[in-house]
């Protein structure tokens, strides 16, 4: 499957799910961006409420691994540290960009914090998740979602866990 067909797959199957849970959220289009500060400024919003998503490759031992999209505010970073002590792993490092474009459907700087895969866990940073709404991509450059945080808690129920250090 081609790059632009898992996006936009990515993309009906998120409406999907937010129309079938009643969710309230709102649509923006806006120039293509993959950044999350940049994207932010172009969305209107402040860069703690993004949710950054990233696709971490926790490795459990020396043949066993697992992957999880990390997500947390747009001003933080992830701790790589505390990401393999929650899943009692040996170390957590960023995935592979291909890797994280075939498991989640989404090329690289516009991936969702969700899964559709129940192999794929989502783990939240609960300092994202104490804003009424959040913003991210709907699997696009150029089109993202603001969406109740109230609404991706239910909808997405992530793991809740503190993972991040400051910029």
């Known amino acids: ?3 632009a067909l898992a996006t936009a797959d990515s993309r009906t199957r998120l409406l999907d799910l937010l129309a079938r849970g009643g969710a309230r959220y709102r649509l923006l289009n806006h120039a293509p961006q993959g950044r999350t500060d940049l994207a932010s ?12 998503s990233l696709v971490i490759r926790v490795a459990l031992s020396s043949k066993r691994r697992r992957y999880v999209i990390a997500v947390v505010p747009g001003d933080r970073r ?3 540290t505390a990401l393999a002590a929650l899943y009692a792993g040996r170390e ?12 989640t459907g989404c090329v690289s700087g516009c991936i969702m914090p969700l899964s559709f895969d129940p192999e794929l866990e989502v783990v939240a940073d609960p300092a994202l998740l104490t804003h009424e709404e959040i913003f991210f991509n709907t699997g696009r450059l150029d089109e993202s979602v603001a969406l109740r945080t109230a609404c991706y808690r239910t909808l997405v129920a ?4 503190a993972m991040t250090s400051a910029p």
Not at 41 to 52: E, M, S, T, V
Not at 92 to 103: C, G, K, Q
Request: hydrophobic share 50%.
């Open 78 to 80: 992830v701790d790589l």
């Open 41 to 52: 400024a172009l969305r209107g919003h402040r860069l703690d409420q993004a949710a950054k």
């Open 92 to 103: 957590a490092s960023f995935a592979a960009r291909e890797v994280a474009e075939r498991l």
């Open 158 to 161: 992530p793991r809740v866990a």
């Open 1 to 3: 499957m081609s790059s």
